[in-house]
């Protein structure tokens, strides 16, 4: 089995658009989204939902009042500032907004008044989808840990694809460089970068190919929109080749894409554009780059 991460330095480079169309073109591929803060591959795979489980992202502190002796200590040892004392009770309470989970208030109560109890941070599925299992996950408003629940859903997804003697799990990527990228790259086979042709694309694009070299995954990249500033998209494909990144495709711009995104459905299964013939031909490179 095979993993490969669609990865970008930033959001709104065309990630899930091209994620949607590997898992048309690939067949029965097991398919997961880590972008867990803000998941939208769901709209054009159109999951049938076949199993749900909750999330706890961390744990919040909670004080048993009939225990409390009003000592202050959580206060004084908290440096989030997460606790409050009442005024018109004097009970001591806490911020679950503030409070980071750390435990420290717990461990100075000489009464033992604190407990640090689970929260429940969001959920992930296990869904259907006419081009095969598909693993995906929301998480909760300002809540945190995704990397935690993107490696969850991760492990998940291998697991499926065992079952299912699946060859290959493709993963759409969080944007950035933080803990869920992390999370999200961590053993996979190949990682490909999406860009656009900007300044700010190509300073994104050192970010991400920054981590995949340091943690040694071998690397494609792909210009979305080239045809924008093909300038610039020559610049970043040279900066490419500097560093050893095989630049697999150059996507031209079309306002056939974001039809097809508004109907719901991959690109490649939309119409028989340029885009479409480029998505076929990147796909064929990276299924070659695997083998």
Not at 61 to 81: L, P
Not at 126 to 148: D, P
Not at 188 to 193: D, E, M, R, S
Request: hydrophobic share 35%; net charge negative; proline share 4%.
């Amino acid at each position: 089995m095979k993993q490969i991460a669609i990865v970008s330095g930033k959001g709104g480079t065309g990630k899930t658009v091209l994620t949607a169309s590997f898992a048309a073109l690939g067949g029965e591929n097991v398919v997961v989204d880590c972008d867990v803060d803000a998941s939208n591959l769901h709209l054009l795979l159109h999951p049938h939902v076949k199993e749900s489980r909750s999330f706890s992202g961390r744990r919040v502190a909670v004080i048993n009042q009939k225990k409390c002796i009003f000592c202050g200590s959580c206060k004084m040892y908290c440096r989030f500032g997460a606790v409050n004392r009442k005024s018109f009770s004097g009970n001591f309470e806490f911020d679950p907004v503030a409070c980071e989970g750390c435990g420290v208030c717990a461990r100075v109560c000489p009464e033992r008044a604190i407990t640090m109890e689970e929260r429940l941070s969001g959920e992930w599925f296990v869904s259907e989808t006419k081009y095969g299992s598909f693993v995906h996950a929301k998480l909760g408003i300002a809540e945190e840990n995704s990397g935690k629940l993107v490696s969850q859903i991760r492990r998940t997804a291998c697991e499926i694809a065992d079952s299912e003697k699946s060859d290959l799990v493709i993963i759409d990527g969080p944007p950035g460089v933080g803990c869920p990228v992390i999370s999200s790259l961590g053993g996979v086979n190949l990682a490909v970068a999406v860009t656009e042709p900007t300044l700010s694309g190509l300073h994104d694009l050192e970010r991400i190919l920054d981590l995949t070299d340091h943690f040694r995954i071998p690397t494609n990249a792909i210009i979305n929109k080239y045809d924008i500033n093909e300038k610039t998209s020559n610049h970043i494909e040279a900066r490419c080749q500097e560093r050893g990144v095989p630049v697999i495709g150059r996507v031209p711009f079309s306002t056939r894409v974001m039809e097809s995104v508004s109907k719901g459905v991959p690109v490649v299964e939309y119409d028989g554009s340029d885009v479409s013939e480029e998505i076929e031909t990147i796909w064929s490179k990276v299924r070659a780059s695997l083998s």
